[in-house]
């Protein structure tokens, strides 16, 4: 498995608070992502990056801004919470190395009340 | 916009048959197509890459083609188990940077 991993893994929230979401990868991937997870809507690309500190939105980006300080690391804030970004988000990384393919963390559970 | 679409959205079957998943995406410039699995509450694992130069890719029981100027990719499992039981996505990259557009998925149940 790639070495990818997210935290947390679940987080409550309240309407309006701050939220930050990390994705940690061991593998040294230059591209890595950020997805939503909705019944209705499958998976949907927030933000990428293709470097530190070069990062690009996605299709459903309002609401969100990401940071790539380190190769290893690609955060995804929540400015100001809402009860639609309610979803399950996953980070992802590559292609990379000889392989083309895109692999994906465990997931963050998010609930905004 | 690329847009990609799995039919059917459920699919329900006994142990040992053969089965065809269906991807069809509306945009033939794509880079590459993969295949994922998704088990419930989990992350996603993939299971084959094919490229836009090829016509199919195998691993194990599963077989899976692409027809890029019709905008099709079809996922052939064999002697079809219950682990298999899963949801399937389809998903594909205009390469580069780019990410994936994803396909809502087919959602398989083997019965035992």
């Known amino acids: 498995d790639a070495g990818i991993t997210q935290s947390p893994r679940h987080k409550v929230t309240e309407t309006g608070t701050p939220v930050t979401l990390r994705c940690h990868q061991t593998?040294?991937?230059?591209?890595m992502y950020w997805y939503r997870q909705d019944p209705g809507h499958g998976l949907r690309l927030i933000h990428y990056s293709y470097g530190v500190k070069d990062t690009d939105k996605g299709e459903v980006s309002d609401g969100y801004s990401v940071s790539r300080s380190k190769t290893e690391d690609f955060l995804l804030t929540l400015e100001s919470a809402t009860s639609s970004q309610t979803s399950v988000y996953f980070c992802a990384i590559g292609p990379g190395g000889s392989s083309y393919e895109q692999y994906f963390g465990p997931g963050t559970r998010l609930t905004v009340t | 916009k690329q847009e990609v679409t799995q039919i059917p959205a459920a699919l329900s079957v006994p142990e040992g048959e053969n089965l065809v998943l269906n991807c069809s995406f509306t945009?033939?410039?794509?880079?590459?197509l993969q295949w994922f699995r998704q088990d419930p509450g989990k992350g996603l694992t993939s299971l084959l890459l094919?490229?836009?130069?090829?016509r199919e890719q195998t691993s194990g029981r599963l077989n899976a083609s692409l027809d890029k100027s019709s905008g099709r990719s079809t996922l052939y499992i064999a002697a079809s188990q219950p682990g298999d039981s899963a949801t399937y996505l389809c998903a594909v990259s205009r390469g580069g940077a780019d990410g994936l557009t994803f396909g809502k998925g087919t959602h398989l149940i083997i019965q035992p």
């Open positions: 945009d033939s410039a794509i880079y590459n």
């Open positions: 094919i490229q836009s130069s090829q």
């Open positions: 593998e040294n991937h230059r591209y």
